[in-house]
């Protein structure tokens, strides 16, 4: 298949691999953190971790958009699905995401009209066909979605339809990245940058990381020669002792960004002043809302949101595991109360999550008694 | 054996609750429409039971519900599958069909066309495999209860005498093979509902694989050692089912999935792993290690067996998995479906 065999290609996979053990000095270990889901769940899928030498160590970021959303959000949006006169409508990654009453799915299940949509415009279709219900559309996601929830607001407006809402929950990558590096107890030798935000943002957001902490940052796309040429992107800069941003993903991604993109964003959102991440706790102007030109169409504006804010459950440690301080199955919960089928916290749900793709992927690493297979 | 009848013929345009009230109306939708699709003599007596002679051996008998949505789809309906679907679980059982029934149970203002539709698709299917359906039965619920029709069906089979399947008889050496491309009949479903824009020419693959796995009984009798549909949940599941119940491990090969190309482009757009994505036309065979070129060649040799392939092997696990291991070295666990990305797709 065009434009993915050539990335999968095992020759060009060996070579990648054969230069990355060239590239790693055996005295150092090397922690280079995958900021984005998408990574994260294409190296399990690829097994590509275990092709990698010991000392080459892969640290899975804070990029799966439903991982970071704390769970008092996915409540106040279920508590707007609760009304009969609502069609509550999401990407499929959230439907299976627990708040603390329940899943999108536990809702539906229990007569809420629960939808699953792949675009918002899709929502707003929805809306034009219910005029005498109001549908709510939960966004979720990075720069990666976002633009496609500014897109849709754009149309709503323009077509005057009056019974749409956005419940946004968009988040910018950036502040997160800066979280991470400024946390005491995380220590990284370098990045491999998200490939679907950057087509959106481009690669100038990340020059302070080079600048302002020495880090090496490869933007990568999702295939597995990406993803391993990007590490030898990292490796060879750390080699050189140097820190720039790298784009691997030039295919793809424009160093500029999308600007039509960017116009929509600047256009519907404002920054927030603070957004509290799911295990990273709150963090100053790291989430979008919409703004008062598009009230009319805001969920928070329009609809009774009490901002509820519920803690995880206790010995859950999404937040360790976020931030890479811990690896998923070194979280007390992992394979036993934890688990894809019954999942306590969101990193175990989405097929981006670290937890749920070490669970379904990984498995050298994995202690014998696990309960591999009762999924 | 032919029992003299009454013409009826049934003109309702619609299915409404007094079709399924047992009374006149009752008798005439039956007599009407769907006895004379499905005429056998076993059927045609109409009476409470089918009765016949059990014959000698092991029997096989399975059931199914169908409830699909959309009822038509490219490559298929809701009533060849219901059909197709218990004659494949005979067929992975190696038995060969005896009779087959039906259940209906009908939404009322269901459009008459649409079952007679649906009817018809169903004995075209039987027809095909020389199967009759000998015996049946049909509810009508309020409008808005149920979504169209749903099927039920049993079927009775006759064991080839020949076979010996079990996930006991599973061993290390034994190699897994694969009737033919996979993930058609989910996709099918996914985009036949039309909630994506994605347009595609994919078609289900529901087929009956009664002669594939005869060949095989044929080829191997005892040799060949466990095999199984991979519908819901797809290969991924089957293959992990066969892990755990055989206790091995089974290692495939990830070059050797078959999957049409506009299969796989979808399933990368959605992110789907074709692996666990529902097929009604493609099972899994497990035979023993030194006849797989001989099984490979009679399913080959076989009509709709042309794509078989050696999906890979059974290793002694110390944990049952399932592993897929890439040409680069890498190796993943291929994991049961959890949860359902794509409810009623059978």
């Known amino acids: 298949m065009k434009y993915v065999d050539e990335f999968r290609d095992p020759d060009m996979i060996r070579k990648a691999l054969h230069e990355i053990r060239l590239l790693a000095d055996p005295q150092r270990h090397y922690r280079v953190m995958e900021v984005c889901g998408g990574h994260t769940h294409a190296i399990f899928r690829f097994g590509l971790n275990e092709l990698l030498p010991p000392n080459v160590e892969l640290i899975h970021g804070p990029g799966c958009p439903v991982c970071v959303l704390p769970m008092g959000r996915i409540d106040d949006g279920l508590e707007l699905a609760g009304d009969p006169n609502v069609i509550f409508t999401a990407f499929g990654d959230m439907m299976r995401v627990p708040g603390s009453k329940g899943s999108p799915l536990e809702s539906k299940a229990r007569g809420a009209d629960v939808r699953i949509v792949y675009s918002p415009l899709d929502a707003l279709k929805i809306a034009q066909q219910n005029p005498g219900r109001r549908v709510v559309f939960f966004a979720i996601g990075f720069e990666t979605t976002a633009p496609s929830t500014a897109l849709t607001l754009l149309r709503a407006r323009a077509l005057g339809v009056t019974n749409f809402v956005v419940f946004c929950n968009h988040v910018t990558i950036i502040p997160a990245i800066r979280a991470i590096l400024d946390s005491p107890d995380m220590r990284l030798e370098g990045f491999i940058g998200p490939g679907h935000v950057s087509t959106v943002i481009g690669c100038r957001p990340y020059e302070f990381i080079a600048r302002d902490y020495r880090c090496p940052i490869a933007v990568s796309g999702f295939e597995p020669v990406d993803i391993l040429q990007s590490l030898v992107m990292v490796l060879r800069q750390l080699r050189a002792g140097v820190a720039k941003v790298e784009n691997q993903y030039s295919r793809v991604v424009p160093w500029e960004g999308n600007m039509a993109a960017l116009r929509a964003l600047a256009e519907v959102f404002e920054v927030r002043p603070h957004f509290e991440w799911r295990g990273l706790g709150f963090i100053s102007h790291s989430a979008l809302r919409i703004r008062d030109s598009f009230a009319a169409w805001d969920a928070e504006k329009t609809m009774p949101i009490r901002g509820v804010s519920v803690a995880d459950p206790k010995a859950a440690q999404c937040g360790e595991v976020l931030k890479g301080v811990l690896k998923p199955h070194q979280c007390k919960l992992f394979g036993k109360e934890c688990t894809p089928e019954h999942p306590i916290g969101a990193l175990m749900v989405s097929p981006e999550g670290a937890c749920a793709a070490h669970f379904k992927y990984a498995h050298l690493e994995l202690p014998q008694q696990l309960p591999i297979l009762q999924g | ?346």
């Open chain 2, 1 to 346: 054996m032919s029992v003299t009848q009454e013409q009826i013929d049934f003109y309702d345009k619609q299915i409404s609750m007094s079709h399924g009230a047992g009374g006149e109306a009752s008798r005439r939708l039956i007599e009407g429409l769907i006895r004379p699709l499905f005429s056998n003599p076993l059927l045609d007596a109409l009476s409470d039971a089918a009765i016949f002679a059990a014959p000698a051996g092991r029997l096989a008998m399975t059931a199914d519900s169908f409830v699909v949505q959309p009822l038509i789809f490219p490559g298929g309906s809701i009533g060849e599958l219901a059909v197709n679907g218990t004659l494949n679980d005979l067929a992975v059982s190696a038995a060969r069909p005896i009779c087959l029934t039906a259940a209906f149970i009908l939404e009322a203002g269901l459009p008459t066309e649409v079952l007679r539709r649906e009817v018809e698709a169903m004995a075209n299917a039987a027809r095909r495999a020389g199967v009759p359906i000998v015996a049946g039965d049909t509810k009508v619920v309020e409008h808005g209860r149920a979504d169209g029709i749903y099927i039920s069906t049993t079927g009775l089979g006759q064991v080839d005498p020949r076979a010996d399947l079990g996930p006991n008889r599973v061993q290390a050496g034994d190699q897994v093979l694969l009737s033919g491309p996979i993930g058609n009949h989910g996709m099918a479903i996914m985009l036949a509902r039309a909630e994506l824009d994605i347009e595609a020419d994919i078609r289900s693959d529901t087929r009956a694989l009664g002669g594939l796995t005869a060949a095989l009984v044929e080829c191997l009798g005892a040799d060949l050692k466990w095999m199984r549909d991979a519908t819901r949940g797809g290969v991924a599941t089957v293959l992990n089912e066969l892990a755990r119940d055989a206790e091995v491990t089974v290692t495939i090969a990830e070059e050797a999935v078959p999957v049409d190309d506009v299969v796989r482009g979808a399933c990368e757009l959605l992110g789907l792993d074709p692996l666990q994505v529902a097929n009604e036309g493609q099972f899994i065979a497990v035979v023993a290690g030194h006849r797989a070129d001989a099984a490979l060649a009679a399913l080959r040799s076989t009509p709709g067996g042309e794509r078989a392939c050696r999906l890979g092997e059974v290793a002694a696990g110390r944990r049952p998995c399932v592993l897929a291991k890439a040409a680069y070295g890498g190796v993943r666990v291929v994991d049961m479906l959890i949860g359902d990305p794509l409810p009623r797709i059978c």
